[in-house]
């Protein structure tokens, strides 16, 4: 899903890359307003029209990334991982939208802003990772894990933005600012072994193992999003000795303010889950109520 969704983000137009990188405050009514609302141009019957050829193109992409991920592990096809396949569909089609005559209309249900990712997608896919993940194998090897997640995705993203860096003005490749660099080194060291961790699972890998891969995937995220979004914030402000003391004040509230936040919530909502474990009725929506507030 996060491959799919950074995909239509960079293929199918310019209104994310343009206003994510302001790290202003965004109200939820303009993530839906400006990512997913047609010209106001159009009859309203057009407007119609556009929006469910654009959500069913939406649903018909995920249930193709859901199928060709079944087939690829069914068939045990390791050389193609399934974020691949996802980012591979999403290219397609993006690649599709743009260069055919599609309505512009139809084209703006592709782009939604990098904040609707952040706040409504990605909760839901790291609460699923931490409500599944064994606690004793990954609190045993808690220290090697964080050591991973946090220091080895700082170190990627940082070796990952400097040769990016080297090889634009080398002309190796595109040449880009250095602090995009580093977002792209950001974007890109947030690894998902999915694949390597059914490998595992098939091999009877040694637990400790898979708790280590497991448990570094599902932590270096929030260690790649304070990144990007440090980065980000440096990117729209010039470069001073006050704005870099801002940067880092905007880092660690991201990294530790969610990290305490999520923490918090955490143990609040498992006080209320033993508080009030006869109340078995209430008790899905009540999970699915917590997947957002960290």
């Known amino acids: 899903m996060f491959s799919m969704a950074t995909t239509l983000t960079m293929t199918s137009g310019h209104d994310a890359g343009d206003g994510g990188g302001g790290g202003s405050q965004i109200s939820p009514a303009s993530l839906f307003s400006s990512s997913t609302s047609s010209p106001p141009s159009l009859h309203p019957g057009k407007e119609q029209q556009a ?14 990334s859901f199928v060709l991920g079944h087939v690829l592990r069914r068939h045990k096809f390791y050389y193609l991982p399934e974020a691949s396949a ?17 309505e512009t209309s139809i084209r703006a249900w592709f782009n939604f802003h990098e904040e609707f990712f952040f706040l409504f997608l990605l909760p839901p896919i790291i609460f699923q990772s931490g409500f599944s993940l064994q606690p004793k194998p ?12 946090i ?54 890998t040694d637990m400790n193992l898979y708790a280590l891969v497991f448990g570094e ?39 530790v303010g969610s990290m305490s936040a999520g923490v918090g919530v955490g143990f609040i909502s498992a006080l209320i889950s033993f508080l009030i474990c006869s109340l078995r009725t209430y008790h899905p929506t009540y999970c699915l109520q917590y997947t957002v507030p960290p």
């Open 86 to 102: 996802s980012l591979l569909i999403g290219l397609t089609v993006g690649a599709l939208a743009n260069i055919s005559d599609t």
């Open 138 to 149: 990954f609190f045993s090897n808690f220290g090697a894990i964080v050591t991973f997640a």
């Open 51 to 64: 929006a469910g050829v654009g959500i069913l193109l939406q649903i018909m992409m995920l249930v193709l």
């Open 217 to 255: 995937s599902v932590l270096n995220d929030a260690m790649a999003i304070s990144l990007y979004r440090t980065m980000s914030l440096a990117r729209s402000h010039v470069s001073s000795g006050q704005n870099f003391f801002m940067v880092v004040v905007r880092f660690l509230e991201t990294f």
């Open 151 to 204: 220091l080895g995705t700082f170190i990627s993203s940082v070796v990952t933005g400097v040769l990016v860096y080297l090889g634009g003005l080398m002309f190796l490749m595109y040449k880009l600012p250095f602090v995009e660099c580093l977002m792209f080194g950001a974007l890109i060291s947030a690894t998902d072994p999915v694949t390597v961790l059914s490998i595992f699972q098939e091999l009877g």
